[in-house]
C-alpha cells in the first residue's frame, strides 16, 4: 500500500496538489512584501479554492542544510531569526504551526523506499525561509509544516531524485515546497547601496537573461538543460555564486515527475533579485498570474 495513503494524508477534495518553488530572496521580505508578497498572498487562497486546504505543507528551504535529509518531526514549531544585520523589527515576528510528526514518518519511509538516506529529528523551528512566505500563504499558521533538510552538496539531479520519491504526497493534500531564490547574489545586490539598495532598480540585464532561460527551459519541459543549468544558463554563477538558494528548485520539480512546469508569478526587487515563483504538476496551470 501506498505510505502516504496507508497514513490517512489526504485533503478534502482528492486533488493531486501541484508542487510550488517559491523565491523568499532576503528576510526584508517579512517586511516589504512588494509585489511577490502580495502574489503569496493570494496563493493560498487559489490552492484552496482549487484543491483545498493542504493536510500539511512540507517545505525544502535554502537555510536548513544537513549532510543527509532531516525532517523536523517536532509537534510544533516556531519561527527562527537565523540572520544578522536587518531590520530589528524583523526579530520581533513570530510565526508558530504545528508540526507533522506522522507525516514525518510517511516521508521518512517514502524516501529510503527510493534508497535516499532520511533521518528524523524531533527538533523543531522554521528558518525565514519557511516562515517569511508561509506568513503570506497562510498567516494563520493553521496548516501543520514539515521541514525537510537536505544536504547542499547534493546536484540538480539527486535533488529532483529525491523530490520523485516524494510524489505520492501531492494526491494526499501533502503541499510540497521549495524555498529559495530565482536569482541570489546579495553580495551583488548589496554592493551599491549597503543594507538598504533601492527596491525598486531597473532590472539588470543578467538578472533578466537567467530569469528568461529558466522560464523558456521549465515551460519547455527541458530537464536535461535544467539540470545542468550551471553549465548552460546564461550568467549562472554571478546569478549563484553557492547554488543553495536555487536547489529547492529541483525538489519541488522532482515532486511532479518529468512534467514541465509553469512560472505562476514573476517580479524582481533591488534589480538584481528574481522573486519568481513556480508550480509543478497537472494542477500547475490553474495556479498562473497574468503577466508570469
Sequence with gaps: MNPARAAGWSNGRMNTLPALFVSHGSPMIALEPREAGA???????????????????????????????????????????????????????????????????????????????????????????????????YPQADVPVLPLAWPPNWSPAQLHAMGQALAPLAAQGVLVVGSGSITHNLRRVFSGGGLHPRADQPATPESTAFRDWFKERTEAGDWPALLEYRAQAPHAALMHPTDEHLLPFFVAAGAAGTQAGRRIHASLTFGDLGMDAYAFGSGAEALVQPGA
Design 39 to 137: 502574489f503569496l498572498s493570494t496563493l493560498g487562497p487559489a490552492i484552496d479554492r482549487q484543491f483545498g486546504r493542504p493536510k500539511a505543507i512540507l517545505v525544502a528551504s535554502a537555510h536548513s542544510l544537513t549532510r543527509e535529509p532531516v525532517l523536523l518531526g517536532a509537534a510544533h514549531h516556531e519561527a527562527v531569526h537565523d540572520f544578522g544585520g536587518f531590520d530589528p523589527r524583523l526579530y520581533e515576528m513570530r510565526y508558530g504551526a504545528a508540526g507533522a510528526p506522522a507525516l514525518a514518518a510517511t516521508v521518512a519511509g517514502l524516501l529510503r523506499a527510493a534508497g535516499i538516506p532520511a533521518h528524523i529529528s524531533p527538533e523543531g523551528g522554521l528558518d525565514h525561509g519557511i516562515w517569511t512566505p508561509l506568513r503570506y500563504l
